[in-house]
């Protein structure tokens, strides 16, 4: 039985129980295999009073110490967060904050390593922990992490010195593993690691079917092509190109399943270009309606800015609905052939002409399928235990 403490600011909490759901699902399974004794630490970042009681962080002040989401016990810390020019600063709060429970918990049961979910700001306050307990390292890239941080250079010093620091690293696609290399990571000690995927859930279902339960449910109209962009309704995940591409095809609807700061900027341009009745703004959709709203689709289209390997990509394709996404990330270790749709720039006129050659010429639902058959939850448990049992020596 190896025992891991796992530092993650991506993963659920009471007031944001969406949040980091994949890493909640990932270490659900984990636990599941019963070979691991995990103790997660999800520590919140608050700011000073009187910022604290405003906006989304009065809720995160309300929550408790550990809650069980997910039916995992997770530890709520608190960290101190400076809005807007702080972040290159978060990860020596973030230790601070979480080295005495870490310090508590290894006292009572000593711990094999400390490993971080997620590469800043948790990779750098991680190294601090592991130091201060004297047990390994091990880091997770995912994607922004890597491609926001690294362009801010007190935090890129901060990435490459967890980089030197950790025993073993992950990354979600190898195309990121190409990225971390490129800023001096050392590449002996990065393995890629997918994401998992929940088969029960993320299922092939009749298109039709799917259509008119999403009619009932969601009042979207059963007539016309429909589109799915689902995430958050942020400038980075390119919503307004997705928006702009629909306008060039007649008849065709787009749901956005999110919702976000750009909302109201969002349906102002759906307006400006005459399609208002077409677009439509379903907020945020619970994890569990997603597949179906995926499955009614002929397509879902993310027109993302930067992504790891998206875990909503794999849904998708498990759903039967090809992908309409820009190069990024591991983009083509998924969109491997047009059987899983296609891989356009990020331009409305690309995204509406491959929007446009999946309607005229749609891939067979149970080929886009076959093409998510090989992520699992269960594989991705097996793959990071077997990776933290190796950093660890073999611990029995």
Not at 128 to 135: K, M, N, Q, T, W
Request: charged letters at 20%.
């Amino acid at each position: 039985m190896i025992r891991v403490l796992s530092v993650s600011t991506l993963f659920p909490n009471p007031a944001r129980p969406a949040f980091g759901k994949f890493v909640a699902n990932q270490m659900a399974a984990v636990a599941a295999r019963g070979d691991c004794d995990l103790t997660i630490v999800n520590p919140l970042g608050i700011p000073p009073w009187p910022l604290s009681r405003r906006a989304p962080y009065a809720a995160l002040a309300g929550c408790p110490a550990m809650s069980g989401l997910a039916g995992l016990a997770v530890h709520h810390p608190r960290f101190t967060v400076v809005p807007v020019v702080g972040g290159d600063s978060n990860p020596a709060r973030l230790a601070r904050a979480v080295l005495p429970l870490a310090r508590r918990l290894h006292d009572e049961r000593r711990f094999d390593l400390v490993d971080a979910q997620f590469f800043f700001p948790d990779g750098p306050a991680a190294l601090a922990i592991a130091r201060a307990l004297g047990v390994p390292l091990t880091v997770k890239a995912r994607g922004s992490d890597i491609h926001y941080w690294s362009t801010r250079p007190r935090a890129l010093a901060q990435l490459r010195a967890a980089a030197d620091g950790a025993a073993g690293m992950l990354a979600v696609s190898a195309a990121l593993k190409r990225d971390m290399v490129a800023l001096g990571m050392p590449e002996e000690r990065i393995r890629v690691h997918y994401t998992g995927l929940d088969h029960a859930r993320f299922r092939l279902v009749p298109q039709a079917e799917a259509r008119a339960e999403v009619a009932a449910q969601l009042g979207i109209p059963a007539e016309g092509s429909l589109f799915v962009c689902p995430g958050a309704l942020i400038a980075i995940k390119g919503q307004a190109l997705a928006v702009r591409a629909v306008a060039e095809l007649p008849g065709a609807r787009l749901a956005l399943a999110g919702s976000g700061a750009d909302e109201a900027a969002l349906r102002a341009l759906a307006g400006v270009l005459g399609i208002g009745e077409r677009v439509h703004f379903l907020g945020q959709v619970p994890h569990e309606r997603l597949p179906v709203l995926m499955a009614a689709a002929d397509a879902v289209v993310l027109p993302s800015e930067r992504e790891g390997l998206a875990n909503v990509w794999i849904e998708a394709l498990a759903c039967g609905a090809p992908l309409v996404i820009p190069d990024i990330g591991g983009a083509r270790e998924v969109v491997s052939d047009d059987g899983a749709g296609r891989i356009a720039p990020r331009a409305p006129d690309a995204i509406a002409a491959a929007l446009r050659a999946l309607v005229a010429a749609a891939p067979d639902r149970r080929q886009v399928a076959a093409h998510a058959a090989r992520f699992s939850w269960e594989a991705n448990a097996a793959q990071l235990v077997g990776f933290w049992r190796e950093i660890a020596g073999g611990v029995d």
